[in-house]
């Protein structure tokens, strides 16, 4: 028997209708923000990622799936704000509509030891805001994460906030930050004295717990900010303030990818363990310019579906349940119930019927198994009658309707 791939996952029928709701809700909420789907490819030239996430990034260094095509090299997506700078600046979305805000559902690849909520396949809800440096934004992506996650019900989640600042100013933080730790470096773990030269701002995400220590230690603070920096990041904060969206600086978060500048936050929920972060963002507003665009602002986040699954408080028993099952006794019944499921189904109601001639009773078990909200029995006295008897699965009340009125009854109570 041939197996999934280590690190990849099957989304079963029994489980795809609570990743439908994280997707429908997610569309809903980003149209209430003016967002539109984009659907940039899952492969691109590995340069891409190269020259946006940074070389020395864990993402380059260790977790990137590789096709290697004659003198060519491309690479499954292991995040999507490249993938949309990409397509921003290809497509001439600068040109057409300067300021765009996209929005994208879709697997990503990273080639990572597998464990709880994370996998070598995993998929992302994520936005980008691209054209934009005002700070207001900056408050509106976090705001439309906070809705986001809200809305899957997930609880007791927190939002970690802090900033980078431009360029010069994240040059001065990794100055700052390698006096502080030089006395220290015998004492890091072996790929954060690697980090010391190469990315030592990746340090303040070192996981390892020495390496936590050491870093608490260290007052990183904000005098690194520069005054424009400092003002955008204030702005930042009191927007927050002002819409109600509860905040907790975090002057060591960095995140792990090069790109960033100036805000950057991050989403944990303490149920998920050592890897607590349910999403991630910020602004980067060097990176169309590095991609050969215009140079201007731009911030997103994306969000972890598989983790959002873990810590959402959503059921399959509160999908809202609309499946009709059509129960025929006889032969007779059989012939209306087909009829019936055909113009049932082109008035847009979900439908399934027993095709395996299961008695009533085996009949309302499977439909019992498939949720259903109604059962539709039709038999003998039923035909003559020209009626259908309605069962309510929930509150178990069952009555007979007129069959010339099925259909605007179904949808009556279904609605």
């Known amino acids: 028997m041939i197996k999934r791939i280590t690190g990849t996952k099957d989304i079963l029928p029994d489980e795809i209708r609570l990743w439908q709701e994280i997707e429908t809700i997610s569309r809903r909420i980003f149209s209430y923000y003016n967002y539109q789907e984009i659907r940039p490819p899952l492969v691109e030239d590995v340069s891409l990622f190269n020259r946006s996430l940074g070389e020395t990034t864990e993402i380059i260094q260790k977790q990137m799936f590789l096709i290697p095509h004659q003198d060519q090299t491309y690479a499954l997506r292991p995040e999507g704000t490249a993938s949309i700078v990409r397509a921003y600046i290809e497509n001439n979305l600068d040109k057409t509509n300067a300021f765009s805000k996209l929005y994208y559902l879709g697997p990503m690849f990273r080639l990572e030891r597998p464990q709880k909520g994370r996998l070598r396949q995993f998929h992302h809800v994520g936005c980008e805001a691209i054209g934009c440096a005002d700070p207001s934004i900056d408050v509106e992506i976090i705001g439309l994460a906070d809705t ?57 995400d070192c996981k390892n717990t020495s390496c936590q220590e050491i870093v608490k230690d260290c007052a990183v603070g904000s005098s690194h900010l520069c005054d424009a920096c400092q003002n955008h990041f204030n702005a930042v904060k009191e927007g927050l303030r002002r819409i109600g969206i509860t905040f907790t600086l975090t002057e060591h978060l960095v995140r792990g990818l090069d ?147 099925c259909t605007e009854e179904l949808k009556k109570r279904i609605a």
């Not at 001065?172 to 773990?189: G, P, R, V």
């Not at 847009?348 to 539709?376: C, H, P, W």
């Not at 020209?386 to 309707?401: G, L």
């Open 148 to 204: 986001l996650l809200n809305a899957f019900a997930v609880n007791d989640f927190c939002i970690k906030l802090n900033s980078l600042g431009c360029p010069e100013d994240r040059k001065e933080l990794k100055t700052s930050l390698q006096k502080k730790l030089k006395d220290k470096y015998n004492h890091l773990c072996p790929e954060c004295q690697a980090r010391f030269n190469n990315n030592v701002l990746r340090i303040l």
């Open 259 to 405: 790109y960033y500048t100036g805000t950057v936050f991050e989403i944990s929920h303490s149920s998920l363990g050592a890897q607590d972060a349910i999403g991630a963002g910020g602004r980067y507003d060097t990176l169309v310019q590095e991609l050969g665009g215009p140079s201007i602002g731009a911030v997103g986040f994306a969000l972890g579906i598989e983790r959002i699954l873990l810590a959402t408080k959503i059921t399959l028993q509160d999908i809202a349940k609309d499946l009709v099952y059509l129960i025929p006794l006889g032969t007779n019944a059989k012939e209306k119930v087909l009829e019936l499921l055909h113009h049932l189904r082109k008035e847009g109601i979900r439908t399934e019927t027993d095709y395996e001639g299961k008695s009533l009773k085996g009949a309302m078990r499977a439909a019992n198994e498939q949720n259903a909200r109604f059962v539709l029995i039709i038999g003998d006295d039923e035909l003559q009658k020209e009626s259908v008897t309605i069962k309510d699965m929930q509150s178990s009340i069952q009555d007979q309707i007129k069959l010339s009125d």
